[in-house]
């Protein structure tokens, strides 16, 4: 018996086990499907600051989880990690906040106490952040955040910058600073070493695994949560054989991410009744909210060949080195609701460090989506649909994004450092053909030499080979071409969100009260990116840390170090 037990060791759930374990009294037990990743264990590939082989690696990942992005695409392969630490075990390391007002619509939406000036103190409890101080940067956290120096910027990201300074995008210092449109350098999660620190190593540290009152188990996979009545008191863990064990606790909390989480409470019996009975689930709180609400960033992008002088010569830096943050200026959108990730390279391999690229995404976006059960068998992945792009705003802005994209990179000031320019996107053949292996390293070196040697007829070969057919020229004078390529093309970023989304009690769609107690049942938590009522501005990794700290001082009958609220509320804008 323990008296807490997390479901789910991602980025939320190594936060929760390393606070709340620091009651000593208090015995966790954290679950994790994937494998542990520690400071002694971590691979090469999650160790190195340039993330592009991480989530390539079928270990890390659920592998056969898939995913719609819209009405136009087909299913596709969508990497979510499966091993401790989670999204932040193979993600990009980015450390970003958002928008301010991101938190206070969370308040408007029905979660009670959720608002800029309450959400502060835990972003800067989280952090070291080694460049800025002051009341909006914390300096004792266990996440150390920094920034790119200059001189290990790469000649192409340097020229993107210049040609967007020139065209009214002014470069400002901190990322997490100010909310204000304009270019930075990335705010980066890395060791003083360089190297990334998932929430498995800059929270599990070896001091807090030694705790004689925190069991850490990896490989198992949670079936379903267990009830004596209403009250959850613990889970069963399933094996491949069918057999399984159980689990018993006091209290239970859900953190497996947005897509996983929903589908293990579905498999509980919470969520949609109708559904849950018609597949054969005994049904403990009809609660038609969960699933419901998903939310992802919609992204597409603009890549050119690099000359080799644009090339960055530092191939195991950190390629999203910069980013633009803009307004499309769109009705019913807010300030700053695009974001635009410059790469030095575009891929781990030899064809992405020919290609630099302006990665965009809608950084405010209104489409939902949905996951659903595809049975209660525990091995099967659960439907997902983002229906990205159903909101006509963010298709409006994805090709919004592509002119933005294509005029910078075409600027007269960009000449020596692009020779193509091109639309691109993360397809499943780009996917597919990043996988290491010998025959994809065989194509790749041969369309690496074949782009370096083909002098003018670079452009018919970027054409048949990478997009396909598509232009980028055609697609800025047909408007209708252009909706078309957005809607087979968009990806997401990785970002998941919203689908047990905290709200009032009247709601009945929102799935936990503020503090993440699910509605319907006692002794029950969810806590990771899934609680998110709307998507914030920002990659979702440091929201999400922050949403655990809050949610496990909440448990622990904390409130937060009120000297880090200020006399005079922070606008934290221009």
């Known amino acids: 018996m323990f008296d807490t037990l997390i479901l789910g060791g991602g980025s939320a759930g190594c936060v929760l086990a390393a606070r709340l374990s620091e009651d000593a009294p208090v015995n966790v037990c954290l679950v994790e499907a994937g494998r542990d990743i520690s400071a002694r264990t971590m691979p090469d590939a999650i160790r190195s600051r340039y993330p592009g082989r991480a989530y390539l690696d079928t270990r890390n990942i659920w592998q056969a989880l898939k995913a719609r992005m819209s009405m136009s695409a087909a299913l ?35 979660a009670q106490g959720w608002n800029w000036q309450t959400c502060l103190p835990y972003f800067r409890k989280l952090e070291t952040d080694c460049d800025f101080s002051g009341p909006l940067h914390g300096n ?37 600073g100010l909310w204000e449109d304009g270019t930075f350098i990335g705010s980066i ?70 897509i996983h989480s929903p589908a ?56 999203e080195q910069a980013i633009v943050r803009f307004s499309s200026g769109l009705p019913d959108t807010v300030r700053g609701d695009m974001h635009g990730a410059i790469l030095s390279r575009s891929g781990w391999h030899s064809v992405g460090y020919r290609l630099g690229t302006i990665f965009f995404w809608v950084n405010k976006s209104y489409s939902r989506g949905r996951v659903t059960l595809a049975s209660k068998n525990a091995f099967d992945e659960p439907d997902v649909d983002f229906a990205m792009l159903s909101d006509a705003r963010d298709l409006e802005r ?51 030499a074949l782009l370096d040697i083909a002098g003018p007829l670079r452009g018919g070969l970027v054409r048949s080979v990478v997009t396909q057919g598509a232009s980028i020229d055609e697609l800025l004078g047909d408007d209708e071409a252009m909706s078309s390529f957005v809607m ?15 709200g009032s009690s009247n709601d009945p769609h929102a799935v936990t009260d503020s503090h993440g107690a699910v509605y319907g ?35 622990r009958g904390r409130s937060p170090d009120q000297r880090a609220i200020s006399a005079q509320p922070l606008d934290y804008s221009p």
């Open 189 to 258: 999660a890395v060791s003083a070493k360089g190297e990334r620190i998932p929430t498995s190593v800059c929270y599990l540290d070896d001091a807090v695994r030694a705790r004689s009152n925190l069991t850490i188990r990896t490989g198992d996979v949670v079936e379903r949560i267990l009830f004596d009545g209403k009250r959850a008191i613990g889970a069963r863990i399933v094996r491949d054989d069918g057999t399984h064990h159980d689990v018993h606790a006091l209290r239970v909390i859900v953190s497996a991410g947005a």
């Open 264 to 319: 293990l409470l579905m498999r509980s019996g919470i969520g949609p009744a109708d559904e849950l009975a018609a597949l054969g689930v005994d049904v403990r709180a009809d609660r038609p909210g969960v699933g419901r609400n998903l939310m992802e960033h919609p992204s597409i992008a603009v890549s050119t060949f690099l000359p080799r002088a644009a090339r960055t010569p530092f191939r195991d830096e950190h390629h």
């Open 521 to 555: 049942v006692d002794g029950l938590y969810v806590c990771d990116a899934s609680l998110m009522p709307s998507i914030p501005c920002a990659n979702t990794n440091v929201p999400t840390i922050m949403i655990a700290e809050r949610v496990a001082d909440g448990l």
């Open 488 to 502: 087979r093309n968009v990806g997401g970023t990785w970002h998941p969100s919203g689908t047990c989304r905290m």
């Open 398 to 448: 994805l090709k919004l994004a592509l002119r933005f994209g294509a005029g910078v990179l075409a600027s007269a000031s960009m000449k020596a450092h692009c020779d193509v320019i091109f639309p691109s996107s993360y397809s499943p053949r780009v996917a597919a053909v990043a996988v290491p292996g010998t025959w994809n390293a065989v194509q790749r070196g041969m369309l690496s």
């Open 140 to 176: 004792d956290g266990p996440l150390r955040i920094q920034r790119a120096r200059w001189v290990r910027v790469s000649p192409f990201v340097r020229a993107v910058l210049g040609a967007l300074a020139e065209s009214g995008h002014s470069m400002h210092d901190d990322q997490n």
């Open 76 to 110: 596709r392969r969508y990497e979510q990690a499966r091993l401790l630490g989670g999204g932040s075990a193979i993600n990009a390391l980015m450390a970003n906040r958002g928008s301010p007002a991101d938190y206070d619509e969370w308040e408007a939406l029905g």
